[in-house]
């Protein structure tokens, strides 16, 4: 005979306990002999006895008094396998920055688990020992400009993580962990910076359940960190370091692997954001390219200051560019008229296909970054003036001035370009102003030979 037990003599965190000591309703219910539908019941009253307050917490605060701070940023899976060899090479590229400005890892976790009584409160999470002096659960605020919302829990298996987030960090860019990588341009007002948002994708390998959405979530499992980097006067930058199958990973003109940090890698391809030359942005125009149009005029032609130092396109010397929407002809560009006045064709780097402008969808529709996505292809494109990443299709900004009149109200144009690595991997460069980065500041930087790519 199941041995008798009553219900009601038990508090609400008793029975919780009980139930999942036993491993759940059904056995619960053939050990003690109470149908499964009076448990619910008892179950459903314990929950609405459970009265709680929990306070909102302030965020924490990683300030920059002076000089240049860092922070490598991503997430991990509860009871998961932490990839080794990527984690040992953040811990290097930390390291190697911590030569030039003091540089922190900050991991937040997350949890991923199918019983109905599971504790998903992630402080609670069993995590990998390598992980915990990096271990972060709180929201943080850098600097005052980017917030890591490392106190969100989010399912890994969510197809967009970023929605809903939008007013989540108010005029602030945001950082969520999460096991995909997706960036999300939010409007503001144009006369100031965009806000974009980023998850963090993780340092944990995949470990999803073998049903649909699992199996779905892992062809967008994403092995990657954001790097955060800001100064003293709220200069800041964002930007991805998405690893090998060994671990290794760019960053800008640095590769690392096995431990060591190499410079001066040229890239393979650059997706520009729209030029739209006429009302290109002087200041994003020197960063980029090294020239700079000014507004006097000789011979009837505006004046071009050239020569200018530290431009990406010296840097970082790609083997392949992308030029969207070169020529304004801003009565007749595609935003101002219906037709497009020319066809895409097929361009493909490292399988990804850079040909399509994107202005353009299936079947004679509009094209979007969600409708490209569901084809399942990897892509690079522009034309929306917003920067973006959805799946396995990036989409680039503009070089234009962020206010070109047809963009009325609020906007969430980016001054963002699209880079390819020799990897094939990509990463979103977001500029402020005239520049694009933090420069390393340190002698006897590790060159890489001139064979290395």
């Avoid at 960053?251 to 030029?275: A, E, F, P, Q, Y």
């Avoid at 994003?284 to 505006?302: K, Y």
């Avoid at 102003?433 to 001139?450: D, F, T, Y």
Wanted: proline share 4%; charged share 25%.
């Amino acid at each position: 005979m199941p041995k008798q037990l009553d219900l009601n003599s038990l508090s609400a965190s008793e029975l919780i306990a009980l139930v999942k000591e036993v491993g759940g309703q059904r056995p619960f219910e053939r050990k003690y002999g109470i149908p499964r539908t009076t448990l619910q019941a008892r179950l459903k009253k314990a929950r609405d006895e459970q009265w709680n307050h929990r306070p909102v917490l302030k965020p924490i605060e990683e300030r920059v008094d002076q000089g240049v701070r860092r922070f490598i940023l991503t997430s991990a899976q509860d009871r998961t396998v932490v990839h080794e060899g990527f984690l040992a090479q953040l811990e290097a590229y930390c390291a190697w920055l911590n030569e030039d400005a003091p540089c922190d890892i900050m991991i937040a976790g997350f949890t991923y688990n199918k019983s109905l009584f599971e504790d998903h409160a992630k402080r609670s999470g069993l995590f990998h020992h390598s992980l915990t002096k990096y271990l972060v659960f709180d929201h943080i605020n850098i600097n005052g400009v980017v917030d890591f919302c490392a106190e969100l829990n989010t399912r890994p298996t969510a197809s967009n993580p970023l929605n809903g987030c939008e007013n989540f960090t108010e005029d602030r860019w945001g950082i969520f962990p999460h096991a995909k990588l997706q960036i999300k341009s939010v409007p503001t007002h144009k006369q100031k910076q965009p806000k974009i948002l980023l998850s963090t994708g993780c340092v944990t390998r995949t470990n999803y359940v073998p049903l649909r959405a699992g199996i779905k979530a892992e062809l967008e499992h994403s092995l990657s960190a954001v790097l955060v980097e800001t100064d003293h006067i709220g200069k800041f930058f964002c930007r991805h370091l998405i690893a090998e199958e060994d671990g290794s990973f760019y960053d800008l003109d640095r590769r690392i692997s096995n431990g060591v940090v190499t410079t001066g890698h040229n890239l393979k391809s650059i997706t520009w954001g729209d030029l739209h030359v006429k009302q290109i942005d002087p200041e994003v125009c020197a960063a980029s390219f090294g020239i700079m149009p000014t507004n006097r005029r000789a011979n009837g032609h505006r004046v071009w200051v050239e020569n200018i130092p530290g431009s990406v396109i010296d840097t970082m010397r790609p083997e392949y560019q992308q030029f969207e929407d070169v020529s304004d002809f801003y009565a007749r560009n595609h935003h101002n008229i219906k037709n497009a006045l020319a066809p895409d064709q097929s361009h493909t780097i490292d399988d990804i296909e850079n040909g399509m402008h994107g202005h353009e969808g299936v079947n004679g529709s509009r094209g979007s970054i969600a409708g490209y996505r569901r084809t399942g292809i990897k892509a690079t494109f522009g034309h929306a003036h917003s920067c973006a990443v959805l799946g396995d299709v990036w989409q680039s900004g503009t070089k234009s001035k962020l206010d070109l009149g047809y963009n009325g109200g609020m906007s969430s144009w980016s001054h963002s370009d699209v880079w390819q690595y020799q990897n094939g991997h990509r990463v979103m460069i977001t500029f402020h102003g005239n520049a694009w980065n933090i420069p390393v500041e340190k002698a006897g930087l590790q060159k890489s030979s001139s064979d290395i790519k």
